[in-house]
C-alpha cells in the first residue's frame, strides 16, 4: 500500500517569490510520483511526473520538483510564483508497471498575493 | 481532441434519493477511473475499468454505490439510496491502454451535495 503526505495544507506567498511545496510518500513497492493542480472550478491537471531517470523534473508553468529516494520526497518549486498560479496542488503515487490508482495527498492550496 | 467530461457538474438531493453520475472519457482510452473527494481530505480512489470489465475495486465505499461501463465507453456511478457522508466531488479520469507511465487525464468532476 502507498501514503502520500502534504504537510502544508495551506501557503501563502507573494508573487514573484519562491515557492515550495512539500511532499513525502510511503511505499512498499517503487511507485511513480505526480504533481497534479486544481484552478479554481476546473478538473485536475498534470504538471509533472517522475518515472525514473533524472531526480530533477521540470513541468509545465516553470515549476520542477526534485525526487529523493532516500527522503521519500517528491517536493514541488517554483522560482517565482505569479498570480494565476493560486490553485490546489495535489501530489499523488502509483505503482511502478502498470496502469493502476493514484494514491493522493490531502493537497496545498496556494495562494498568491500582490 | 475533447478531454474526459462528467455530467452533471453538480447534483443537489434528499437522503435516500439516487443519484447517477456519468463520465465521458477520452476516445480510445481503455482505462477508466472513478475518484472521490470529501470535504477537506484526499483524492481518494474508488474503482478502476479496463474497457468494461471492473479491474480493481477495492475503494468502493458499500453496496451502495454502484459503477457500469457497457461497452467499454462512458460510465455511470449510481448510489442509491445516498446518504449525507455521500457527498462530495466525484472525478473520472481516464488513460491509455497498456499505458505503464499511468498518466491519467482528468474530468472537472461532479460536486454532489446530499441534504
Known amino acids: 500500500a502507498q501514503s502520500v503526505t502534504q504537510l502544508d495544507s495551506q501557503v501563502p506567498v507573494f508573487e514573484e517569490a519562491p515557492v515550495e511545496l512539500r511532499c513525502n510518500y510511503s511505499s512498499s513497492v517503487s511507485v511513480y510520483l505526480f504533481w497534479y493542480v486544481q484552478y479554481p472550478n476546473q478538473g485536475l491537471q498534470l504538471l509533472l511526473k517522475?518515472?525514473?531517470?533524472?531526480?530533477l523534473v521540470k513541468g509545465i508553468n516553470g515549476f520542477e520538483a526534485e525526487f529523493n529516494k532516500s527522503q521519500t520526497s517528491f517536493h514541488l518549486r517554483k522560482p517565482s510564483v505569479h498570480i494565476s498560479d493560486t490553485a490546489e496542488y495535489f501530489c499523488a503515487v502509483s505503482p511502478t508497471g502498470t496502469a493502476s490508482k493514484l494514491t493522493f495527498g490531502t493537497g496545498t492550496r496556494l495562494q498568491v498575493t500582490l | 481532441e475533447a478531454g474526459v467530461t462528467q455530467f452533471p457538474s453538480h447534483s443537489v438531493i434528499e437522503k435516500g434519493q439516487t443519484v447517477t453520475l456519468r463520465c465521458d472519457p477520452i476516445?480510445?482510452?481503455?482505462?477508466l477511473y472513478w475518484y472521490r473527494r470529501v470535504m477537506g481530505k484526499e483524492i481518494k480512489f474508488l474503482l478502476h475499468?479496463?474497457?468494461?470489465?471492473?479491474?480493481?475495486e477495492s475503494g468502493m465505499p458499500n453496496n451502495r454505490f454502484l459503477a457500469e461501463r457497457t461497452g467499454g465507453t462512458y460510465s455511470t456511478l449510481k448510489v442509491q439510496p445516498a446518504e449525507l457522508e455521500d457527498s462530495g466531488v466525484y472525478f473520472c479520469?481516464?488513460?491509455?491502454?497498456?499505458?505503464?507511465?499511468?498518466?491519467?487525464?482528468f474530468g472537472p468532476g461532479t460536486r454532489l451535495t446530499v441534504l
Open positions: 475499468f479496463v474497457k468494461e470489465s471492473k479491474q480493481d
Open positions: 476516445s480510445g482510452h481503455d482505462n
Open positions: 479520469a481516464s488513460s491509455q491502454p497498456g499505458t505503464v507511465n499511468n498518466e491519467q487525464f
Open positions: 517522475y518515472l525514473s531517470g533524472s531526480t
